[in-house]
């Protein structure tokens, strides 16, 4: 009992040290892969190809002076990035990081708790995230953040329909909400056992779920709770210093999140073809579907930013057409040819 | 239409490949990732400088003559020409026993040039009678004050030990034109 709890108390602060080490880098990672995009170098001064880039930026978030405005909400103004940063941390929870280790006789998962409501919690957790976005916006005491919180807020209930939606069509397909007994069912993908990944059979629900993690992160086309053009700086134009700095940093984590969850749900995980047919040692097979994991969350944090690079900002109105009109019908429509197919 | 390349603007209804956007947008990322694989155009300044052309205009000098005395005789014609206004000198006479430092009975005792007003044309140069005054390929340096950039002579005129030279910009070509008496500037 007392080796399982130091095992999980492990584990919990690996996947906690490392979310904020690929978030920290995402920030990197933004800059240069914009730079690139645009033809230009990027952050380079700080270390060799400016790798030290983040710790900069983390020292300058914390040595900035810290202003509370007077008319705010106090205890609702720190409240905020709190509440943004506790959830974006709490989703890694249910992620299976890779399969089982065997040592000394011992099996170890490499998920922190295997929840069999997994997928729920995920979603749970993550519309709590918006109440951070909301409060800090709404304790500001500003209109241009008061603004920024209400499109924060009212983007993420649209999108949200969509993305559960989407992801109903899923589970009629596997019938778990488990995220590790979905990614079983992904096994192998290609060799002896012919398990595509998800995405084979769901490329419409990807696609809308896709769409949605893009709005529930406020990455762009959809941003609009922090457009610079419009609103200052959204829910956050009242904010300095590390406050900010913890909104900022949740959305990283939140994109990281949502890329394993992509990951997890259309690509197959951990898995990696030919898994099976090489015979390696159950351990070597659990390392490297956890390497190739980070792969897959890897490129899809380049795609959230290679689209942030690409397309401009949506308007407010074609932003709800988007939701209501197309997505929600679109998963609907999605759900019930899933259901088809499970008669035939 | 004095350009013909004025468009007609047709308001149509989108297709449905249109509407769907998805099209459009993998042909925008396609776009964006072909820049991924580009050479940056970036010049990264300090350690890197861009090349310039051999007769760039940049930062002014008042040149010496061979004896190392200052050829300027404040004769206030390159302060008319200035576009920019950016030119202005006190004249003073020379007295006995400064043969050595000024060319002439009349020299400039004070010549500044606001950094910030010049606009780098070279009309200046080109108005001088006396061949004095000459824009280099040396850059005007930053300061964190408008004061630093009004330039006095200790900027302005080249040191005796450590010519500037000027000879991309004073060819033969450049002196036959400023003896043609058509122009203004040797009536």
Same mark, same amino acid.
């Given at each position: 009992m *007392? ?7 492990i584990l919990?602060g690996v996947?906690?040290g $490392?979310?904020?080490f690929?978030?920290?880098y995402?920030?990197y ?5 914009a ?5 230009r170098?990027?952050p ?11 710790l900069?930026?983390g020292?300058?978030?914390i ?6 405005p007077?008319v705010?909400?106090k ?5 905020g990035?709190?509440i943004?940063?506790?959830t974006?941390?709490m989703a890694?929870?249910v ?6 280790l065997v ?5 170890y998962?490499l998920?922190?708790v295997?929840?069999?409501?997994? $997928?729920?919690?995920?979603f749970a957790?993550?519309?709590?995230g918006?109440?951070?976005?909301m409060?800090g916006g709404w ?5 241009f953040?008061l603004?920024g919180a209400?499109?924060?807020s009212?983007?993420?209930i649209?999108?949200e ?7 109903i069509?899923?589970?009629m397909m596997t019938?778990?909400l488990s995220?590790r007994? $979905?990614?079983?069912l992904?096994t ?9 990944w ?7 629900g990807?696609? $809308?779920?896709l769409v949605?993690?893009?709005a ?9 709770p922090?457009?610079?053009?419009e609103l200052?700086g959204?829910y956050h134009?009242?904010?300095?210093s590390?406050k900010?700095?913890?909104?900022l ?12 969850v ?5 690509f ?6 030919f898994?099976?047919d090489?015979?390696m040692?159950q351990n *070597?097979?659990t %390392? *490297?579907?956890?390497i190739?994991l980070?792969?897959?969350i ?5 795609f959230f930013?290679?689209?942030r690079?690409t ?5 407010y109105?074609?932003?709800m ?5 197309i997505?929600?019908?679109?998963a609907?429509?999605? %759900?019930? *040819?899933t259901?088809l197919?499970?008669?035939? | 239409?004095?350009t013909n390349r004025?468009k007609?603007v047709?308001?149509?209804?989108m297709?449905f490949w249109?509407k769907i956007y998805?099209?459009a947008i993998f042909?925008?990322i396609?776009?964006?990732i ?7 155009a ?7 400088? !861009? ?8 930062q ?5 003559d ?11 014609l390159c ?15 020379r ?7 000024? !060319? ?12 910030l !007003?010049c606009?780098?044309c ?6 001088c009678?006396?061949?004095?005054i ?6 005007v ?6 004061d630093?950039?009004i ?9 005796v030990?450590n ?12 002196l036959q034109f ?10």
């Amino acid at each position: 009992m *007392i080796s399982f709890l130091i095992y999980k108390a492990i584990l919990v602060g690996v996947v906690f040290g $490392i979310t904020l080490f690929i978030a920290a880098y995402s920030t990197y990672a933004e800059r240069k892969v914009a730079a690139f995009l645009q033809d230009r170098i990027g952050p380079d001064r700080a270390g060799p190809f400016g790798i030290l880039q983040p710790l900069a930026d983390g020292l300058k978030f914390i040595m900035k002076e810290e202003i509370i405005p007077n008319v705010s909400n106090k205890i609702l103004f720190v409240l905020g990035p709190s509440i943004a940063m506790l959830t974006a941390l709490m989703a890694g929870v249910v992620i299976p990081w890779g399969s089982t280790l065997v040592i000394n006789g011992e099996t170890y998962s490499l998920q922190i708790v295997d929840l069999n409501i997994g $997928i729920l919690y995920v979603f749970a957790v993550v519309s709590i995230g918006v109440y951070g976005i909301m409060i800090g916006g709404w304790a500001s005491n500003n209109k241009f953040s008061l603004l920024g919180a209400i499109r924060a807020s009212a983007q993420m209930i649209s999108y949200e329909i969509a993305m559960g939606l989407s992801i109903i069509a899923l589970i009629m397909m596997t019938g778990t909400l488990s995220l590790r007994e $979905i990614t079983e069912l992904q096994t192998g993908a290609v060799g002896s056992s012919w398990n595509f990944w998800n995405v084979v059979y769901q490329p419409v629900g990807f696609l $809308i779920f896709l769409v949605c993690a893009f709005a529930e992160c406020n990455r762009t086309p959809f941003d609009l709770p922090e457009c610079e053009t419009e609103l200052v700086g959204g829910y956050h134009t009242e904010y300095s210093s590390m406050k900010l700095g913890f909104y900022l940093f949740a959305e990283y984590i939140n994109m990281f999140i949502s890329s394993a969850v992509i990951s997890t749900l259309y690509f197959g995980g951990y898995n990696f073809p030919f898994m099976n047919d090489l015979g390696m040692d159950q351990n *070597i097979i659990t %390392i *490297i579907g956890t390497i190739g994991l980070f792969i897959k969350i890897g490129f899809f944090i380049f795609f959230f930013m290679w689209i942030r690079w690409t397309i401009p900002r949506f308007r407010y109105d074609q932003l709800m057409n988007l939701g209501w009109k197309i997505l929600i019908p679109l998963a609907i429509i999605n %759900i019930f *040819i899933t259901g088809l197919f499970g008669i035939l | 239409m004095l350009t013909n390349r004025s468009k007609l603007v047709v308001k149509k209804e989108m297709t449905f490949w249109e509407k769907i956007y998805l099209p459009a947008i993998f042909s925008g990322i396609g776009i964006t990732i072909k820049h991924l694989f580009k050479k940056s155009a970036t010049v990264r300044y300090p350690e890197q400088t !861009r090349e310039v052309s051999e007769i760039w205009r940049g930062q002014h000098v008042l040149k010496r003559d061979e004896k190392g005395a200052e050829r300027c005789t404040a004769c206030g014609l390159c302060a008319v020409a200035c576009p920019a206004e950016a030119i202005t000198m006190v004249a003073a006479e020379r007295k006995k026993g400064e043969e050595k430092l000024y !060319r002439e009975e009349k020299y400039a005792s004070t010549y500044e040039i606001n950094m910030l !007003r010049c606009i780098f044309c070279g009309l200046c140069e080109e108005a001088c009678p006396k061949e004095a005054i000459f824009l280099t390929d040396r850059l005007v340096s930053t300061d964190y004050g408008r004061d630093g950039f009004i330039y006095g002579k200790d900027k302005l005129v080249e040191s005796v030990d450590n010519r500037i030279d000027v000879s991309k910009r004073q060819t033969p070509a450049v002196l036959q034109f400023k003896k043609i008496k058509l122009f203004s500037h040797n009536k």
